[in-house]
């Protein structure tokens, strides 16, 4: 051990980890003694304790899982749409040069709207049913992909398409075993976005006359001061988010364990 | 003319020579200003280890590329061996893909395996044949180039400078290697290097480059392997130098005792005499 002097005893090194949990530990602990000493009035932020008491018994109803379940369809549905339409676009513009001509400027252009800003065309258009919110959630995750896996591909080093020809692959084998796993890493990060993008869709979306799904849940709290609930919303949201990130990490994990970064672990 | 890939007709050739694999006749390219390549013949014979010399821009990756048929040959003839193969300056592995999978990168069959993990057991891989790419040393990094090139049995072998990256140590081993796998598979090998000692060292046969043409072609006789302090080396050294433009106490004095450019040192000088005498 004295020869490891220079690193930290094991002791210290979780000790510091723990310490990054003070602060917001500390901050519910105020807002609980706030909310029960009445400093912090219940319409306007719910109690930490309320907020876990409402979250158990929308749990264990089943009322929670059920919207839970619509958000996921809705985001699942819109994602699927979104990513393979931005996916499949961009493969047409990253590989042919009359495919960029074709599609890239559009999708340039269509990139600088806020698509939110499309919501009350998207009534008019898809009613108020789940059209208009699929759409939303699939417009908004088909941009990041897009963008990400164009620059992906075309990004892929020369040098070593070069090489690779002059061993013999083909045209078709050059797409599938160079310039795709090549721009891959690009593509994961525009995934990343594209289901924070979607997440944001459904919010929005979900806000529009919905009558199930987590927003729905929201919004019918918010007529009632349920601030309670609102906040059992969030929570549900953040988790998804959190949810999701974990998935592209878990797929980048395994698809890109070629990287040193990867390979050291 | 478009390049084409048929080998010569062996019988024509004069018994006592081997056939050429490499025929070239006229070959002229330019990038829009002068000709890089002008007008340049040449002939490499079948299982010859010739080296390419010359100064930076005067050509030889083109010529390299030509034969590579990476780069188009748009005045002249062309013949080259379709079983060619690059090593390039970097090694160019693509790093998604095991050792193993970028040494059988485009290799048909089902054996493919089995032959790359030969041709990595003759290049001293054979403990690093499931590693990522990216993990790899320099050294270990051009064997896996040497090896994907290897495991093709090429009749021409074609290397841009593939150890110029390394350090002085691995160059030395991977020379060896080089030169002891030339002797093993006998393809003809173009050696395009800026180092005078590497072209001594491998080659039957040293070329320069300059002004768009073969300027110097002479045959190296010296038995293997050999050594730098030989008198025949040293001949040959001196006058491959002067006919790069580069005059041998310039270059011996540089290293010994740097000094700015311009600057004449006087003969008997302290800084002119080498450092340590």
Known sequence: MATLSLTQPAGGFRIERFRRFVPPLVIVLLWQAGSSAGLIPPR??????????????????????????????????????????????????????????????????????????????????????????????????????????????????????????????????????????????????????????????????????????????????????????????????ALLGLGADQLVRAIERSMLRWRPSFVKE | MPLSAARPLAGLEPAATRPDVVRIRGLTRSFGGPNILDGLDLDIADGAFVALLGRSGSGKSTLLRTLAGLDPAPAGTVTVPSERTVVFQEPRLLPWKSVWRNVALGLPGSNARDRAVAALQEVGLSHRIDAWPLTLSGGEASRTAL???????????????????????????????????????????????????????????????????????????????????????????????????????????APAAPRPAGRPVPAGHPVAAPAGA
Request: proline content about 4%; cysteine-free.
């Open chain 1, 44 to 237: 306007s932020i719910a109690s930490p304790v309320t907020i876990i008491v409402t979250f158990w018994t929308l749990l264990a109803s089943g009322e929670l899982l059920q919207h839970l379940l619509v958000s996921l369809g809705r985001v699942t549905a819109g994602l699927a749409i979104g990513v393979s339409t931005g996916a499949t676009l961009a493969l047409v513009a990253g590989l042919s040069r009359r495919g960029e001509d074709l599609v890239d400027a559009t999708m340039q252009m269509l990139r600088t709207l806020p698509f939110l800003a499309l919501v009350p065309l998207f009534i008019l258009w898809f009613g108020i049913g789940e059209t208009p919110k699929i759409a939303l959630v699939a417009l908004g995750s088909a941009f990041p992909i897009y963008l990400t896996l164009f620059a992906g591909i075309r990004g892929v080093d020369a040098k070593l398409v070069e090489a690779a020809s002059v061993f013999g692959l083909s045209q078709r084998e050059l797409v599938r075993q160079v310039i795709l796993p090549g721009a891959l890493p690009s593509a994961l990060v525009g995934l990343r976005y594209s289901l924070g993008s979607a997440w944001l869709s459904l919010v929005i979306g979900e806000q529009i006359n919905a009558s199930s799904g987590i927003g729905y849940l929201v919004m019918t709290a918010r007529d009632f001061l349920r601030t309670d609930i609102i906040f059992v919303g969030l929570i549900v949201y």
């Open chain 2, 147 to 253: 090896a994907r090139a290897l495991v093709r049995e090429p009749r021409l072998l074609l290397l841009d400078e593939p150890f110029a990256a390394l350090d002085a140590l691995t160059r030395m081993k991977m020379q060896g290697l080089v030169g002891s796998l030339w002797q093993a598979h006998r393809p003809a090998v173009l050696l395009v290097t800026h180092d005078v000692d590497e072209a001594l060292q491998l080659a039957d046969r040293v070329l320069v480059l300059a002004e768009g043409r073969i300027a110097t072609d002479i045959p190296v006789t010296l038995d293997r392997p050999r050594r730098h302090g030989d008198p025949g080396f040293v001949r040959l050294r001196a006058r491959l130098l002067a006919d790069l433009g580069v005059d041998e106490g310039e270059g011996e004095a």
